[in-house]
């Protein structure tokens, strides 16, 4: 008769695997409150203390960590010298394990949770019981996934556990184990100073498998961080049309990153990972107006997020245009009504109180490896600003500067932003020299009725004086840039000669 030990934290669907275990042939042996289950369910059950002779000890710390239970496991059955020690200490052979974990995820996620309490949900007899039987998946079969049950008595039914079979099994137990062992490491690595460890240990879930990637000849899936980021993209509840695109993951985020410096009403719009429109305002229709207007051409098929309800107002202004993805904290009834007579367009909820960390680390991935590094939360205010310039900044111009400092931060080097204390009027983004974004950003501007009041802001220096002279020459009254070249004076002199504003912040807003 073959053996199945049987241990799991989840109980879904674990009666009908036992009986269909039972009714295959199998004896099962058990743990604590599974055996009391499977006995509650009036299948016959064999006490893993029956077996090894050693009672559970440790308040259950101590259960299966005995040679009886892993020697069954690991002992291989070609090797005469092994079959040969198992009889020698009395040892029978377990041909099946199913376990699954204790919940320390759902432990840590609750509020409150000290460590004790989490420490006490990590589970030691069950991971190593799991990695006994996945080294000896020839032998054994290692069960860890529920959705696993019925297929694993179909194949013992139909004799199809072949080693293709049990080698996908056992991939899935050292999957498990690792994303749990990982998910363990980042929960105690949280109190740790240790801010770039020398090992990395990641996990991520499975979301969503996605119709193609950044081009349609590209598989691609969406995988969430194992402890969920309620503002997150990952996080999003989706209420109205088709599924997110793998582009469309990568904007939203981009857009909901630069939402979150904001705390008064703010509309963010985005294509291809760079701002086309902000806009601040006392209200959220007003701060859609400013971003519409910012770029009325670009915003189209656009992504748009809103740090406030989307009301009537808004909704029946968003309406007029095609709108790829609109986030916000909630939609109001008639708004949301307004808004879903497009099929097609997201409509998307983000759990707006719960602002992005400024910890957690960013991550970009390059062959081979992975880059890591703080994230840019640095918040600058006019006591961050050096005037190098004569004239100095109105109080208005200081107020454009500080908001376009906050924008640079998110458009793609060499960046350049021209805007108001309230609404960008154009950007000029990934250019592979800096007056190229300084000609762009400044040359859609000048449309704007409100460039007059205009400022312009660089995530980096300028290199000689060309970008302050055409800055100058169409109308720019104030600059800042981060200083720092061997030619600022070049364009400090520059700046002086037309009798315009420039400010040094003393940080460079590098965004690759």
């Not at 209200?283 to 009325?296: G, L, T, V």
């Not at 200081?398 to 080097?413: D, E, L, N, P």
Request: aromatic content about 6%; overall charge negative; glycine content about 6%.
């Amino acid at each position: 008769m073959k053996t199945a030990l049987i241990s799991v934290s989840d109980k879904t669907g674990i009666v009908d695997f036992a009986k269909g275990l039972v009714e295959r042939g199998y004896r099962l042996v058990s743990t604590g409150g599974t055996k009391k289950a499977l006995e509650d369910a009036q299948i016959n059950v064999i006490g893993v203390e029956e077996i090894t002779g050693f009672p559970e000890m440790l308040d259950g710390r101590v259960k299966t960590l005995h040679p009886v239970i892993h020697g069954g496991l690991l002992a291989r059955r070609d090797l005469p010298e092994h079959m040969a020690a198992l009889k020698e200490h009395n040892i029978d052979l377990i041909d099946l394990v199913c376990v699954n974990l204790y919940p320390f995820k759902s432990t840590i996620m609750r509020d409150g949770v000290t460590e004790p309490e989490a420490i006490e949900q990590i589970d030691i007899g069950g991971p190593s019981m799991l990695r006994s039987s996945a080294k000896n998946f020839v032998s054994v079969l290692p069960v860890v996934d529920p959705s696993d049950y019925q297929p694993v008595l179909d194949a013992i039914t139909n004799q199809t556990d072949d080693i293709d079979f049990r080698r996908n099994l056992a991939l899935k137990v050292f999957q498990h184990t690792a994303a749990y062992d990982a998910l363990i490491a980042k929960y105690l690595g949280q109190n740790v100073s240790e801010e770039f460890p020398e090992n990395l240990t990641m996990t991520y879930t499975k979301k969503q498998a996605l119709r193609y990637g950044e081009n349609s000849h590209q598989k691609a899936a969406f995988y969430e961080d194992a402890i969920p980021v309620p503002f997150s993209i990952a996080q999003a509840k989706q209420l109205h049309g088709k599924e997110l695109s793998y582009n469309n993951i990568k904007d939203a985020d981009a857009a909901l990153k630069m939402n979150a410096e904001f705390n008064q009403p703010a509309v963010v719009a985005v294509k291809h990972m760079n701002p086309c429109g902000i806009g601040l305002g006392d209200s959220i229709e007003e701060a859609w107006d400013r971003a519409y207007a910012a770029d009325s051409m670009s915003i189209f098929g656009g992504i748009i997020v809103l740090n406030r309800p989307v009301d009537l107002a808004t909704a029946e202004k968003m309406h007029q245009i095609f709108l790829e993805i609109i986030i916000a904290p909630s939609f109001d009834d008639d708004a949301f009504e307004v808004l879903a007579k497009k099929k097609n367009v997201r409509l998307m909820t983000v759990d707006f109180t719960k602002r992005l960390d400024d910890k957690e680390l960013e991550t970009v991935s390059v062959m081979g490896g992975l880059l890591l590094q703080d994230q840019d939360a640095v918040v600058e205010t006019e006591k961050d600003f050096k005037v190098v310039s004569k004239r100095q900044p109105t109080e208005e111009e200081i107020q454009a500067m500080v908001f376009g400092q906050t924008v640079v931060k998110h458009v793609k080097s060499n960046a350049i932003v021209v805007t108001t204390a309230h609404q960008t009027l154009g950007i000029g983004a990934g250019q592979m020299n800096r007056i190229g974004s300084v000609e762009i950003a400044i040359n859609q501007a000048e449309a704007s009725a409100d460039f007059k009041n205009a400022v312009m802001a660089s995530d980096a220096f300028f290199p000689m004086d060309d970008c302050v002279e055409f800055a100058a020459k169409h109308g720019i009254k104030a600059i800042v840039e981060p200083g720092g070249s061997i030619k600022d004076q070049d364009s400090i002199d520059k700046a002086d000669e037309y009798g315009i504003t420039l400010v040094f912040s003393g940080r460079r807003h590098f965004r690759h």
